[in-house]
C-alpha cells in the first residue's frame, strides 16, 4: 500500500487512521487487541486515540490510551507506529483546559498510560476558548523540544484562534501545528468547505476527518427510526435521517452496487478522493467491519461517482 507523509514533518502513514475511541467502550481490552492486531496487519500504522476517551464511561478516561499502551509494548511495535492522542477535552472531573498547568500534568499521565516516551502528534482536543493561544502555543513548543512530543495538530479550534495560532508560531519561532482534525464526511460538509477548507490549504495543513462514517450513518445500517437501537450511537444519528441524508445512502447503494463493495469504503473512499484530505479517521468493532476500511484506499471512484455523491450531498 501506498504511504503518504504527513504534511511538514517525516511522519509516513497508510491513509486510513483508526480512531481509538472504541477502546475500553464498545470494545475490551481482548477485543481491542485483536482489531489492532488485524489492522496493523493489514499495513495500516496510524492509530488515534485523546487522554479522555472514553470519560463518559468512568467519569475520566484514559481507557484507550491505557488499551493503545498495553497492545504496543506487548507487540513491540511502537517504533512502527504513528501515534496521535489529545489535549484539552472536558470529563467529568475538570472542563476543557488547553492551560500551560493542564497540558504538562496531561502530557505525561498520557505518556504513561500509552507507556511510550513520546507522542508523534499531540493535538489541541477543544479550544478552552480563555486560555492566551501564546500560552498554549508555548507549552506545546516546550515539549516538543523536550522531546515528549514530535508535532501538533488542532482539532476542535475555531477558525479565529487557529489563524492566531499559525501567528503567534511564526512570531516567536514556536512549533506550529500542521494538521487539522475536523467533523468532516459526507453529510457534514458546509462548515470544513467554508471555514476551514482555505485555511488548510494557507497553512498547508494535513487533514484527518473525524466521523468520516457519521457515526455509522453513512455504512447503510440505519435507515428508520428502528434502527436507532442498533449501536450505542444509534441515538446520535437520527439528525441525518432526513430527505439530504436519505439521497445520500441511495447514492452510496448505486455506487457500492456498481464497484461491489461496502457502502462505507465509498464514503471513505469520496473524502480521499479530495485533495485536501489525507487520511480519514474511523473506528471498526469487527474484522469485517475492519475490510470495509481496507477497501477505501484501493476504490478510485469515476467522475460520475463523485457528481451523483455531490449532488445528493448538497440537496
Not at 504527513?6 to 511522519?11: A, G, W
Not at 468512568?58 to 488499551?67: D, H, L
Not at 513520546?118 to 478552552?128: E, N, Q
Not at 480521499?272 to 487520511?279: D, F, G, R, S, V
Amino acid at each position: 500500500m501506498k504511504k503518504v507523509t504527513i504534511k511538514n514533518t517525516d511522519l509516513e502513514i497508510a491513509p486510513i487512521n483508526f480512531g481509538g475511541n472504541v477502546f475500553g467502550w464498545t470494545l475490551d481490552e481482548k477485543q481491542s487487541f485483536e482489531i489492532l492486531d488485524a489492522f496493523f496487519e493489514g499495513g495500516f500504522n496510524f492509530v488515534d486515540t485523546a487522554d479522555t476517551y472514553s470519560w463518559w464511561v468512568n467519569g475520566s478516561g484514559g481507557q484507550s490510551e491505557t488499551i493503545i499502551g498495553k497492545w504496543a509494548k506487548d507487540r513491540a511495535v511502537r517504533d512502527r507506529l504513528v501515534l496521535a492522542t489529545k489535549v484539552g477535552s472536558e470529563t467529568k472531573e475538570h472542563p476543557f483546559d488547553i492551560s500551560r498547568k493542564h497540558i504538562l500534568a496531561s502530557v505525561d499521565q498520557s505518556l504513561q498510560r500509552l507507556q511510550t516516551d513520546y507522542i508523534d502528534l499531540y493535538y489541541t482536543h477543544f479550544d478552552d476558548e480563555k486560555t492566551p493561544v501564546e500560552e498554549t502555543i508555548a507549552t506545546y513548543d516546550e515539549l516538543i523540544k523536550a522531546g515528549k512530543v514530535r508535532y501538533i495538530a488542532a482539532s476542535n479550534v475555531n477558525p479565529n484562534r487557529l489563524q492566531e495560532s499559525f501567528a503567534v508560531s511564526a512570531e516567536k519561532g514556536y512549533a506550529k501545528y500542521v494538521a487539522l482534525q475536523p467533523h468532516y464526511n459526507l453529510v457534514e460538509r458546509e462548515k470544513f468547505e467554508t471555514e476551514y477548507a482555505p485555511l488548510v490549504e494557507k497553512y498547508n495543513l494535513s487533514v484527518f476527518p473525524y466521523w468520516s462514517l457519521a457515526a455509522g450513518f453513512l455504512t447503510g445500517k440505519y435507515r428508520s427510526e428502528a434502527d436507532f437501537a442498533k449501536s450505542a450511537r444509534g441515538a446520535g444519528i437520527q439528525k441525518y435521517l432526513n430527505e439530504t441524508g436519505l439521497n445520500v445512502l441511495t447514492a452510496l447503494d448505486q455506487i457500492a452496487e456498481k464497484h461491489e463493495t461496502k457502502q462505507a469504503t465509498v464514503a471513505l473512499a469520496w473524502l480521499l478522493a479530495n485533495p485536501l484530505i489525507t487520511a480519514p479517521i474511523v473506528s471498526a468493532t469487527s474484522k469485517s467491519q475492519l475490510q470495509t476500511l481496507f477497501d477505501a484506499p484501493n476504490l478510485k471512484l469515476d467522475s460520475n461517482d463523485l457528481a451523483l455523491l455531490d449532488k445528493a450531498s448538497k440537496a
